[in-house]
Every structure is written in C-alpha cells, then in structure tokens.
C-alpha cells in the first residue's frame, strides 16, 4: 500500500528486466508451502546463466 509504480500485465514476453547485469530478465519461481498450498512468486530469478541474481 501506498506504492506509486505502475504495474504491468506481466506475460511470458515481457517479464522485467534484471537490475543486476540488465542482460537477462527475471522470471518467477512458484513452490508449495508445507501442507501443499501453492506458493506464487516464491523467489524471482535472472535468465543470464552469468548473472545468478535472485529475489526471495
């Protein structure tokens, strides 16, 4: 709440580009929680097999 960026509709073509080496682009990463729950957008990570970026 309270955030003043935009959001875009993120789709398999336009996924954001890694602030880290702005080679590659960052996808997301889904898990499942302990009791099977699904977890969305767990940790994102850089495309770039250079860069090792992630977010968690």
């Known amino acids: 709440m309270g955030h003043n960026r935009s959001v875009k509709n993120l789709d398999s073509n336009n996924w954001p580009?890694?602030?880290a080496c702005n080679v590659g682009c960052l996808?997301?990463?889904s898990d499942f929680g302990a009791?099977?729950?699904p977890v969305h957008y767990k940790a994102w990570v850089c495309t770039n097999p250079e860069?090792?970026?992630n977010l968690k």
């Open 27 to 29: 996808v997301p990463l």
């Open 51 to 53: 860069c090792e970026f």
């Open 17 to 19: 580009e890694c602030m």
């Open 35 to 37: 009791q099977g729950a």
